[in-house]
């Protein structure tokens, strides 16, 4: 049985933003009904922290979505209608920040997943706010490119991206997570609850993880809202991924086996499992970001309102339920 087509909540008359996705052209994969729950109500929240006046530092929003959930693709639709809109946005991905491969493999030995990144304390967080505080003091955007295909199937910085931008969004699949802290994550350890999926040894890294996760915390108080991409189900990410490692390598891509995409996308479920990491982001300031937008994902990646309360201006929350 087909889903039926998601129904958008009722929504304003149509706007600028309306408009200019109406004339876009080549926004890639993305669902027309994430355009308009998600990205229209994004930029309009970008435009109104840079033309209304009120903004003392350029903004900076963070996009959380599991892998597969098509970040990336939309990313790039943000971009392309942000020109058409005047915006100078730049959507960068967490991942171009991951630490050089000889770091990465001495912080990461021994690992559950036998992954060489992906979990918390992969990313050069020092660079990243480094790079974060010369471009809102006026300085241009300068972050590093990783290319995953290098050294070995490991990853590598491939050269620097550098960009005049005047708005910034980060995305990755654990933008927005809170670190339990020791006393709590040893609570839900004992109870098991959100934890059965997981094997005994992933279990006993939680702490490292959980640890790694609380040297974040500067960079989700840098961010000024948190918009979510969330499935409706967990199981979906899985097949998502290996949706999309098919695809590429039909077109002459894709470098991953099975086995390899196996651990990749379970180091993301298991290093911070939903129950614990993701769910809470689904409160006004479950993760210290208010909460601003969002939508739920069906298998098809079309979206439905979120159905939470947001903390999000009325510009960029009345296309949202």
Same mark, same amino acid.
């Given at each position: 049985m087909v889903p039926p087509e998601p129904t958008l909540p009722s929504e304003p008359a149509p706007d600028a933003w309306d408009r200019r996705l109406a004339q876009a052209e080549d926004l890639g994969p993305v669902h027309p009904s994430l355009l308009r729950l998600l990205a229209l109500p994004m930029l309009r929240r970008l435009e109104d922290s840079l033309r209304g006046g009120a903004a003392s530092r350029r903004p900076l929003l963070a996009l959380n979505g599991p892998v597969g959930a098509g970040k990336t693709s939309l990313g790039r639709a943000l971009?392309?209608?942000a020109v058409l809109g005047g915006l100078r946005l730049a959507v960068v991905s967490i991942d171009d @920040?991951? %630490? *050089?491969?000889?770091e990465r493999r001495a912080l990461l030995a021994g690992n559950p997943f036998g992954v060489s990144r992906v979990p $918390?304390?992969?990313?050069d967080l020092p660079l990243l706010m480094g790079a974060l505080a010369s471009w809102r003091a006026g300085g241009? @955007?300068? %972050? *590093?490119?990783f290319d995953k295909t290098l050294a070995g199937g490991d990853g590598e910085r491939n050269g620097?991206?550098?960009? $005049?931008?005047e708005a910034l969004v980060i995305e990755g699949w654990l933008m927005g997570c809170r670190a339990l802290g020791s006393q709590a994550l040893e609570e839900r350890l004992r109870s098991d609850t959100g934890l059965e999926a997981l094997s005994k040894p992933e279990r006993?890294?939680?702490?490292?993880w959980d640890e790694h996760l609380e040297a974040y915390d500067g960079l989700w108080s840098a961010c000024d809202g948190l918009w979510l991409l969330r499935p409706n189900t967990w199981r979906l990410p899985r097949r998502w991924r290996f949706q999309a490692e098919a695809r590429q390598r039909r077109a002459g891509g894709g470098w991953l086996n099975g086995r390899q995409l196996e651990a990749?996308?379970?180091?993301?479920?298991h290093s911070l499992p939903p129950a614990l990491y993701q769910d809470p982001l689904l409160g006004r300031t479950g993760s210290g970001i208010p909460l601003e937008g969002g939508a739920l994902l069906d298998g098809r990646r079309r979206a439905h309102p979120l159905g939470v309360q947001l903390s999000s201006p009325a510009s960029a929350s009345s296309a949202i339920g």
């Open positions: 971009e392309r209608l @920040l991951y %630490l *050089p491969a000889p $918390p304390g992969s990313h241009t @955007l300068r %972050l *590093p490119r620097w991206r550098e960009e $005049p931008a006993r890294w939680l702490p490292r990749l996308v379970r180091a993301t479920l």
